[in-house]
């Protein structure tokens, strides 16, 4: 198969180098530094299972859309979520006179990005997806580190009877690669799932320097990330898919046999980058407002993590 994944960070890498391996053609969408670097260098890649180390194909988003579109299934967005808007935009000019579409798939943190992918694409085409219990982040420039088992979770907004086939067809390929895909009509559900772990752990492991698994385990910091989760499940209700605080308890007690992780925020926090604030604990934020609530753990930890950090960005 013919794939296109948008970012080379942890999580992009990830999976194009799996399905690379696998025998498939993969070619990763770039920016700045990056492109230079990996038209020069090969990409390594370590996980307690292999290790990768090879030249990968690059491209800018200019070249992409020079590719012909009718010869790819699918193209991953696997890029911070901030960008996912500009990126659409893109691949909507690339896609517009085209009878032959390739899948769109995301792999981002955060609830939205799917819908806004939908402004753009066009909608049975767009498919929702995310990655549990893996961490992976870039070490230094080429150099990207993986750990934990591999659960991807993928769900059409749309469900057709072509996508479901495509799904199948995906997950016949992912499971060759030694790791865990379920697919699920209820994709929804499942984001926001897992924005309640974000929500958890993410902002307060930046902020407070620690592990997920060091500050669920603590009887003073686990109250703190109970209340994050639960808030993140009450501003569930307002896009109707209605977590309960006894789902978000369940989740909660199940996240403490997790493996310990350093998540994204503390790592883009160490490498100087743009941290999801927005796109996790804004979201639960401007939820909970909705509904006349005031998500105050949420708001505390984002806040301080914000001010602290644009101090040190100064």
């Known amino acids: 198969m013919n794939f296109i994944v948008i ?33 020069n260098n090969k990409l390594k890649l370590t996980h307690p299972n292999f290790t990768f180390e090879e030249y990968i194909d690059v491209l800018d988003i200019n070249e992409l859309k020079q590719l012909d579109i009718n ?44 819908d806004k992918m939908l402004k753009y694409l066009k909608q049975e085409y767009v498919i929702g997806g995310l990655t549990r219990l893996i961490a992976a982040h870039i070490v230094k420039q080429g150099l990207v580190d993986a750990v934990g088992e591999v659960q991807t979770i993928l769900g059409a907004l749309v469900p057709t009877n072509e996508n479901k086939l495509f799904l199948n067809k995906l997950k016949e390929q992912l499971d060759k690669t030694g790791t865990t895909t379920i697919l699920t009509d209820n994709i929804r559900l499942e984001l926001w799932k897992k924005l309640i772990i974000n929500n958890g752990v993410n902002a307060i492991c930046a902020l407070l320097e620690e592990r997920s698994g060091t500050l669920i385990n603590d009887e003073k910091t686990s109250i703190l990330v109970y209340n994050l989760m639960k808030e993140a499940a009450l501003a569930s209700n307002v896009v109707g898919v209605n977590i309960s605080e006894n789902d978000a308890k369940e989740m909660f007690d199940l996240m403490k046999s997790f493996e310990s992780i350093v998540p994204s925020m503390w790592v883009d926090k160490q490498n100087n980058r743009n941290l999801e604030l927005e796109d996790i604990c804004g979201v639960v934020i401007k939820n909970c407002k909705k509904q006349g609530i005031d998500a105050a753990y949420t708001r505390s930890v984002s806040t301080i993590l914000e001010v602290l950090y644009n101090k040190s960005r100064a």
């Open 7 to 39: 970012g080379a960070g942890g999580v992009g890498s990830f999976y194009g180098v799996i399905l690379k391996m696998q025998g498939h053609n993969v070619k990763f969408v770039v920016r700045g530094k990056n492109l230079e670097y990996f038209k």
């Open 71 to 114: 010869n790819i299934d699918a193209v991953f967005l696997a890029t911070k979520s901030m960008s996912t808007e500009e990126i659409c935009k893109d691949l909507a000019l690339w896609s517009k006179d085209s009878k032959k579409l390739p899948y769109f798939i995301s792999l981002q943190n955060g609830v939205e990005n799917e």
